[in-house]
Protein backbone atom coordinates (compact mmCIF):
# COMPACT_ATOMS: atom_id res chain seq x y z
CA UNK A 1 0.00 0.00 0.00
CA UNK A 2 1.37 3.14 -0.96
CA UNK A 3 2.35 5.30 1.87
CA UNK A 4 -0.08 7.95 2.23
CA UNK A 5 -2.71 4.98 1.84
CA UNK A 6 -0.85 3.70 4.77
CA UNK A 7 -1.73 7.17 6.95
CA UNK A 8 -4.86 7.76 5.61
CA UNK A 9 -5.94 3.73 6.61
CA UNK A 10 -4.53 4.59 10.24
CA UNK A 11 -6.50 7.87 10.37
CA UNK A 12 -10.09 6.21 9.43
CA UNK A 13 -8.99 3.44 12.10
CA UNK A 14 -8.69 5.96 14.71
CA UNK A 15 -11.97 7.29 13.76
CA UNK A 16 -13.82 3.99 13.62
CA UNK A 17 -12.40 3.88 17.54
CA UNK A 18 -14.06 7.04 18.33
CA UNK A 19 -17.23 6.01 16.83
CA UNK A 20 -17.22 2.95 18.80
CA UNK A 21 -16.59 4.78 22.07
CA UNK A 22 -19.65 6.60 21.54
CA UNK A 23 -21.87 4.27 19.29
CA UNK A 24 -24.74 3.98 21.72
CA UNK A 25 -24.92 8.30 21.38
CA UNK A 26 -24.26 8.85 17.80
CA UNK A 27 -27.30 7.43 15.80
CA UNK A 28 -29.61 10.49 15.38
CA UNK A 29 -31.68 8.48 12.81
CA UNK A 30 -31.28 5.41 11.44
CA UNK A 31 -32.66 4.11 7.94
CA UNK A 32 -35.78 3.15 7.72
CA UNK A 33 -37.37 0.03 6.31
CA UNK A 34 -36.03 -3.28 5.07
CA UNK A 35 -35.32 -1.61 1.87
CA UNK A 36 -32.94 0.85 2.58
CA UNK A 37 -29.17 -0.55 3.20
CA UNK A 38 -27.43 0.38 6.11
CA UNK A 39 -24.09 2.55 6.00
CA UNK A 40 -21.26 0.92 5.73
CA UNK A 41 -18.09 1.24 7.68
CA UNK A 42 -15.35 3.67 5.70
CA UNK A 43 -12.09 1.98 4.47
CA UNK A 44 -9.19 3.82 2.58
CA UNK A 45 -10.44 5.53 -0.81
CA UNK A 46 -9.02 4.51 -3.73
CA UNK A 47 -8.47 8.60 -5.21
CA UNK A 48 -6.19 10.77 -2.70
CA UNK A 49 -4.21 13.81 -2.33
CA UNK A 50 -3.42 15.89 -4.86
CA UNK A 51 -5.93 14.09 -7.44
CA UNK A 52 -8.91 16.09 -6.70
CA UNK A 53 -8.82 18.34 -9.75
CA UNK A 54 -8.99 15.32 -12.22
CA UNK A 55 -11.64 13.54 -9.56
CA UNK A 56 -13.69 16.33 -9.32
CA UNK A 57 -13.92 17.90 -12.99
CA UNK A 58 -14.50 21.52 -13.53
CA UNK A 59 -17.02 23.74 -11.90
CA UNK A 60 -19.16 23.51 -14.57
CA UNK A 61 -22.36 24.68 -15.23
CA UNK A 62 -25.39 22.11 -16.31
CA UNK A 63 -23.84 21.68 -19.96
CA UNK A 64 -20.31 21.19 -18.82
CA UNK A 65 -18.31 18.00 -19.44
CA UNK A 66 -19.21 14.43 -18.42
CA UNK A 67 -19.57 13.77 -14.61
CA UNK A 68 -16.10 11.90 -13.64
CA UNK A 69 -16.27 8.69 -11.21
CA UNK A 70 -15.16 8.54 -7.89
CA UNK A 71 -14.76 5.31 -5.93
CA UNK A 72 -13.72 6.46 -2.30
CA UNK A 73 -14.38 3.07 -0.90
CA UNK A 74 -15.89 -0.32 -1.37
CA UNK A 75 -19.67 0.57 -1.18
CA UNK A 76 -23.08 -0.72 -2.18
CA UNK A 77 -23.76 0.69 -5.74
CA UNK A 78 -26.18 3.65 -5.35
CA UNK A 79 -25.25 4.64 -1.71
CA UNK A 80 -22.86 7.50 -0.50
CA UNK A 81 -22.46 8.83 2.73
CA UNK A 82 -21.13 12.52 2.70
CA UNK A 83 -19.61 13.90 5.98
CA UNK A 84 -19.89 17.52 6.78
CA UNK A 85 -18.67 20.08 9.31
CA UNK A 86 -18.68 23.55 10.16
CA UNK A 87 -16.37 27.15 9.82
CA UNK A 88 -12.86 26.71 9.20
CA UNK A 89 -10.32 28.74 9.42
CA UNK A 90 -6.29 29.74 9.75
CA UNK A 91 -6.04 32.63 11.95
CA UNK A 92 -3.89 33.12 15.33
CA UNK A 93 -3.81 29.43 17.05
CA UNK A 94 -5.09 27.44 13.55
CA UNK A 95 -2.77 29.23 11.57
CA UNK A 96 0.56 28.28 13.88
CA UNK A 97 -0.71 24.39 12.48
CA UNK A 98 -0.19 25.50 9.14
CA UNK A 99 3.31 25.02 9.81
CA UNK A 100 2.86 20.98 8.86
CA UNK A 101 0.11 21.02 6.39
CA UNK A 102 -0.06 17.24 6.58
CA UNK A 103 -0.75 17.08 10.35
CA UNK A 104 -2.78 20.29 10.60
CA UNK A 105 -5.95 18.79 11.57
CA UNK A 106 -4.84 16.38 14.16
CA UNK A 107 -7.31 13.83 15.37
CA UNK A 108 -10.13 15.74 13.59
CA UNK A 109 -8.46 14.12 10.28
CA UNK A 110 -9.29 10.96 10.87
CA UNK A 111 -13.38 11.89 11.25
CA UNK A 112 -13.24 13.81 8.41
CA UNK A 113 -11.32 10.85 6.45
CA UNK A 114 -13.98 8.41 7.32
CA UNK A 115 -17.37 9.43 5.07
CA UNK A 116 -17.08 8.66 1.04
CA UNK A 117 -16.82 12.43 0.78
CA UNK A 118 -16.27 15.49 2.60
CA UNK A 119 -17.30 18.97 2.59
CA UNK A 120 -16.90 21.86 5.27
CA UNK A 121 -16.83 26.01 5.09
CA UNK A 122 -13.82 27.64 4.64
CA UNK A 123 -14.52 30.99 5.82
CA UNK A 124 -11.25 32.98 4.95
CA UNK A 125 -9.61 35.07 2.46
CA UNK A 126 -6.89 33.16 0.78
CA UNK A 127 -4.06 35.72 0.36
CA UNK A 128 -1.32 37.17 1.46
CA UNK A 129 -0.90 41.05 2.75
CA UNK A 130 -3.05 43.74 1.74
CA UNK A 131 -5.25 45.48 3.23
CA UNK A 132 -8.10 44.07 5.31
CA UNK A 133 -11.73 45.47 5.62
CA UNK A 134 -13.09 47.88 7.84
CA UNK A 135 -14.97 45.56 9.65
CA UNK A 136 -14.55 43.89 13.40
CA UNK A 137 -12.66 40.77 12.43
CA UNK A 138 -10.79 39.82 9.01
CA UNK A 139 -9.62 36.36 8.34
CA UNK A 140 -6.46 35.45 5.70
CA UNK A 141 -4.95 32.21 5.17
CA UNK A 142 -2.15 31.58 2.78
CA UNK A 143 -2.56 28.94 0.17
CA UNK A 144 -1.49 25.99 1.92
CA UNK A 145 -4.86 25.99 3.77
CA UNK A 146 -5.82 23.80 0.82
CA UNK A 147 -2.78 21.21 1.44
CA UNK A 148 -4.34 20.74 4.62
CA UNK A 149 -7.61 20.67 3.77
CA UNK A 150 -6.62 18.25 1.07
CA UNK A 151 -4.17 16.00 3.93
CA UNK A 152 -7.23 16.13 6.30
CA UNK A 153 -9.60 14.10 4.08
CA UNK A 154 -11.60 17.43 2.96
CA UNK A 155 -12.76 17.06 -0.33
CA UNK A 156 -14.85 20.32 -1.22
CA UNK A 157 -15.03 23.24 0.78
CA UNK A 158 -17.80 26.16 0.51
CA UNK A 159 -16.45 30.03 0.19
CA UNK A 160 -19.39 31.34 0.24
CA UNK A 161 -19.22 32.89 3.43
CA UNK A 162 -19.12 36.86 5.25
CA UNK A 163 -15.30 36.37 5.00
CA UNK A 164 -14.10 35.14 1.73
CA UNK A 165 -13.31 38.27 0.92
CA UNK A 166 -11.78 40.20 3.87
CA UNK A 167 -8.91 41.58 2.20
CA UNK A 168 -10.60 43.72 -0.59
CA UNK A 169 -10.94 43.22 -4.20
CA UNK A 170 -7.15 41.99 -4.32
CA UNK A 171 -7.57 40.00 -1.89
CA UNK A 172 -10.26 38.08 -3.71
CA UNK A 173 -7.97 38.07 -6.67
CA UNK A 174 -5.51 36.48 -4.64
CA UNK A 175 -8.25 33.88 -3.40
CA UNK A 176 -9.22 33.27 -6.96
CA UNK A 177 -5.85 32.39 -8.35
CA UNK A 178 -4.69 30.46 -5.33
CA UNK A 179 -8.34 28.45 -6.20
CA UNK A 180 -7.16 27.73 -9.38
CA UNK A 181 -3.93 26.54 -8.72
CA UNK A 182 -4.56 24.23 -6.08
CA UNK A 183 -7.06 22.72 -8.01
CA UNK A 184 -8.93 22.31 -4.94
CA UNK A 185 -12.80 21.49 -5.95
CA UNK A 186 -14.51 25.24 -4.41
CA UNK A 187 -18.05 26.59 -4.39
CA UNK A 188 -19.70 29.86 -4.21
CA UNK A 189 -17.04 32.25 -4.99
CA UNK A 190 -16.26 33.03 -9.10
CA UNK A 191 -15.07 35.34 -11.25
CA UNK A 192 -18.45 35.83 -11.99
CA UNK A 193 -21.86 35.02 -10.86
CA UNK A 194 -21.69 32.00 -13.69
CA UNK A 195 -18.78 30.84 -11.72
CA UNK A 196 -20.13 31.46 -8.43
CA UNK A 197 -23.93 29.80 -8.88
CA UNK A 198 -22.33 26.77 -10.44
CA UNK A 199 -22.72 23.60 -8.94
CA UNK A 200 -20.27 21.06 -8.49
CA UNK A 201 -21.05 17.43 -10.00
CA UNK A 202 -19.56 14.16 -9.40
CA UNK A 203 -20.13 10.60 -9.25
CA UNK A 204 -19.59 8.47 -6.21
CA UNK A 205 -20.75 5.10 -6.14
CA UNK A 206 -23.20 5.22 -9.31
CA UNK A 207 -24.66 8.34 -7.45
CA UNK A 208 -24.70 11.90 -9.43
CA UNK A 209 -24.25 14.76 -7.41
CA UNK A 210 -24.40 18.31 -7.54
CA UNK A 211 -23.04 20.93 -5.03
CA UNK A 212 -23.89 24.71 -4.62
CA UNK A 213 -23.19 27.14 -1.80
CA UNK A 214 -24.54 30.50 -1.09
CA UNK A 215 -24.06 33.10 1.96
CA UNK A 216 -27.22 34.64 3.76
CA UNK A 217 -25.46 37.00 5.89
CA UNK A 218 -26.30 40.63 5.04
CA UNK A 219 -22.95 42.49 6.12
CA UNK A 220 -20.22 44.16 3.74
CA UNK A 221 -19.20 41.05 2.10
CA UNK A 222 -22.68 40.85 0.23
CA UNK A 223 -22.94 44.52 -0.05
CA UNK A 224 -19.65 44.78 -1.85
CA UNK A 225 -18.50 41.60 -3.28
CA UNK A 226 -21.43 39.87 -4.42
CA UNK A 227 -21.18 38.14 -7.80
CA UNK A 228 -22.80 39.99 -10.52
CA UNK A 229 -22.23 39.28 -14.39
CA UNK A 230 -18.88 40.91 -14.67
CA UNK A 231 -17.60 40.89 -11.15
CA UNK A 232 -16.45 38.64 -8.56
CA UNK A 233 -17.51 37.53 -5.83
CA UNK A 234 -19.71 35.01 -3.77
CA UNK A 235 -22.69 33.63 -5.02
CA UNK A 236 -25.75 35.28 -2.84
CA UNK A 237 -28.56 33.79 -1.03
CA UNK A 238 -30.94 36.57 -1.69
CA UNK A 239 -30.45 35.87 -5.89
CA UNK A 240 -33.03 34.34 -7.63
CA UNK A 241 -29.79 32.91 -9.29
CA UNK A 242 -29.56 30.39 -5.96
CA UNK A 243 -33.24 28.43 -6.58
CA UNK A 244 -32.46 28.62 -10.62
CA UNK A 245 -29.46 26.83 -9.89
CA UNK A 246 -30.42 24.20 -7.80
CA UNK A 247 -33.41 23.50 -10.13
CA UNK A 248 -31.05 23.07 -13.22
CA UNK A 249 -28.42 20.89 -10.85
CA UNK A 250 -31.58 18.62 -10.10
CA UNK A 251 -32.13 18.00 -14.00
CA UNK A 252 -28.44 16.30 -14.02
CA UNK A 253 -28.06 15.23 -10.95
CA UNK A 254 -29.38 12.61 -8.73
CA UNK A 255 -28.93 14.40 -5.47
CA UNK A 256 -28.76 18.14 -5.03
CA UNK A 257 -26.71 19.87 -1.90
CA UNK A 258 -26.68 23.53 -1.20
CA UNK A 259 -24.07 24.63 1.84
CA UNK A 260 -25.44 27.59 3.33
CA UNK A 261 -23.72 30.58 5.54
CA UNK A 262 -26.77 31.72 7.18
CA UNK A 263 -28.39 32.03 10.82
CA UNK A 264 -28.67 34.55 13.72
CA UNK A 265 -24.72 34.44 15.52
CA UNK A 266 -25.21 32.44 18.54
CA UNK A 267 -28.76 31.51 18.18
CA UNK A 268 -29.58 27.91 18.25
CA UNK A 269 -32.97 27.99 16.62
CA UNK A 270 -33.18 29.04 12.94
CA UNK A 271 -34.56 32.77 11.92
CA UNK A 272 -37.28 33.24 9.54
CA UNK A 273 -35.33 33.83 6.71
CA UNK A 274 -33.68 30.35 7.26
CA UNK A 275 -36.50 28.62 7.44
CA UNK A 276 -38.34 30.59 4.29
CA UNK A 277 -34.57 29.80 2.20
CA UNK A 278 -35.04 25.84 3.32
CA UNK A 279 -38.81 25.69 1.72
CA UNK A 280 -37.65 27.49 -1.55
CA UNK A 281 -34.33 24.86 -1.99
CA UNK A 282 -36.58 22.37 -0.70
CA UNK A 283 -39.16 22.74 -3.81
CA UNK A 284 -36.37 23.26 -6.02
CA UNK A 285 -35.28 20.02 -5.98
CA UNK A 286 -31.95 19.90 -3.20
CA UNK A 287 -32.20 16.87 -1.35
CA UNK A 288 -30.12 17.79 1.56
CA UNK A 289 -29.07 22.07 2.54
CA UNK A 290 -26.33 22.05 5.02
CA UNK A 291 -25.63 25.32 6.80
CA UNK A 292 -22.74 27.31 9.42
CA UNK A 293 -22.11 31.04 10.60
CA UNK A 294 -24.09 31.20 13.99
CA UNK A 295 -21.14 29.89 16.01
CA UNK A 296 -23.18 27.50 17.87
CA UNK A 297 -24.90 24.13 16.65
CA UNK A 298 -28.28 24.57 15.66
CA UNK A 299 -30.93 22.41 14.57
CA UNK A 300 -30.61 19.11 12.12
CA UNK A 301 -33.62 16.77 10.59
CA UNK A 302 -35.88 15.75 7.99
CA UNK A 303 -38.42 18.16 6.85
CA UNK A 304 -42.17 16.48 6.61
CA UNK A 305 -41.62 16.28 2.42
CA UNK A 306 -38.17 13.93 3.15
CA UNK A 307 -35.82 16.72 2.42
CA UNK A 308 -32.84 16.78 4.78
CA UNK A 309 -31.81 20.49 6.70
CA UNK A 310 -28.55 20.64 9.24
CA UNK A 311 -29.45 24.56 10.00
CA UNK A 312 -25.83 24.88 11.92
CA UNK A 313 -22.71 22.82 12.62
CA UNK A 314 -21.24 25.39 14.78
CA UNK A 315 -17.06 26.29 14.58
CA UNK A 316 -14.94 23.53 13.51
CA UNK A 317 -11.65 24.51 13.31
CA UNK A 318 -11.49 27.79 15.12
CA UNK A 319 -9.15 30.62 16.00
CA UNK A 320 -10.60 30.96 19.85
CA UNK A 321 -12.34 29.30 22.25
CA UNK A 322 -14.77 30.57 25.02
CA UNK A 323 -15.23 27.83 26.70
CA UNK A 324 -19.22 27.53 26.22
CA UNK A 325 -21.28 26.20 23.47
CA UNK A 326 -19.46 27.94 20.51
CA UNK A 327 -16.86 25.35 21.39
CA UNK A 328 -18.98 22.32 20.41
CA UNK A 329 -19.17 20.79 16.59
CA UNK A 330 -18.83 17.92 14.90
CA UNK A 331 -19.13 16.15 11.73
CA UNK A 332 -22.31 15.07 10.25
CA UNK A 333 -22.80 12.08 8.02
CA UNK A 334 -25.59 11.66 5.57
CA UNK A 335 -26.53 8.62 4.26
CA UNK A 336 -27.86 9.04 0.47
CA UNK A 337 -29.56 6.29 -1.48
CA UNK A 338 -30.95 7.72 -4.85
CA UNK A 339 -32.09 10.84 -4.19
CA UNK A 340 -33.31 10.59 -0.60
CA UNK A 341 -31.50 11.00 2.86
CA UNK A 342 -32.01 7.67 4.63
CA UNK A 343 -29.89 7.89 7.69
CA UNK A 344 -27.54 10.82 9.37
CA UNK A 345 -25.28 10.40 11.91
CA UNK A 346 -23.46 13.12 14.13
CA UNK A 347 -20.12 12.53 15.47
CA UNK A 348 -19.69 15.13 18.45
CA UNK A 349 -16.39 17.06 18.64
CA UNK A 350 -15.18 20.12 21.03
CA UNK A 351 -12.56 22.30 20.21
CA UNK A 352 -8.86 22.07 22.29
CA UNK A 353 -6.85 24.49 22.92
CA UNK A 354 -5.30 24.57 19.59
CA UNK A 355 -8.34 24.94 17.91
CA UNK A 356 -9.00 21.54 16.42
CA UNK A 357 -12.37 19.37 16.71
CA UNK A 358 -11.29 16.43 19.04
CA UNK A 359 -14.36 13.60 18.81
CA UNK A 360 -15.97 14.26 22.38
CA UNK A 361 -16.72 10.74 24.95
CA UNK A 362 -18.73 10.95 27.68
CA UNK A 363 -20.03 13.68 29.73
CA UNK A 364 -19.07 16.09 26.68
CA UNK A 365 -20.22 13.81 24.29
CA UNK A 366 -24.18 13.21 26.00
CA UNK A 367 -24.16 16.97 26.39
CA UNK A 368 -23.34 18.45 23.07
CA UNK A 369 -25.88 15.11 21.66
CA UNK A 370 -28.41 17.11 23.52
CA UNK A 371 -27.50 20.91 22.44
CA UNK A 372 -27.86 18.71 19.14
CA UNK A 373 -31.38 17.38 20.30
CA UNK A 374 -32.56 20.62 21.42
CA UNK A 375 -32.19 22.42 18.17
CA UNK A 376 -33.65 19.64 15.95
CA UNK A 377 -36.99 20.40 18.14
CA UNK A 378 -36.76 24.09 18.17
CA UNK A 379 -36.65 23.91 14.29
CA UNK A 380 -39.39 21.88 13.80
CA UNK A 381 -37.94 18.67 12.04
CA UNK A 382 -37.96 15.15 12.48
CA UNK A 383 -35.41 12.72 13.79
CA UNK A 384 -35.84 9.78 10.95
CA UNK A 385 -37.47 9.56 7.18
CA UNK A 386 -40.80 10.42 6.96
CA UNK A 387 -42.75 7.14 5.47
Not at 14 to 19: M, R
Not at 83 to 96: I, K, L, Q, S, Y
Not at 192 to 197: E, I, L
Not at 292 to 305: E, I, M, N, S
Request: proline share 7%; net charge positive; aromatic share 6%.
Amino acid sequence: MHASAVARQSRVDIALAAVGAVTGLLLIAACTGPEAPSPAPPTVPSVLGSTSASRYGAAASPIGPALPSVSRRPSTPGTVRIGFAGDVHFMERTANLLADPATAFGPAAAVLAAPDLTMVNLETSISVGGRPEAKSFTFQAPPTAFAALRAAGVDLVTMANNHAADYGSAGLAQTLTAIRRSGFPVVGIGANAGAAFAPRYLRVNGVRLAFLAASQVRDETLAHFSAADARPGVADAYSDRLVASVRAARTRADVVIVYLHWGTEYQSCPNGDQRALADRLAAAGATAVVGAHAHVLQGAGWRPDGRYVAYGLGNYFWWRSFGNAQDDNGVLTLTVTGNKVRAAVFLPARLDDRGIAVPATGADASRILGQFEQGRQCAGLLSSPPR
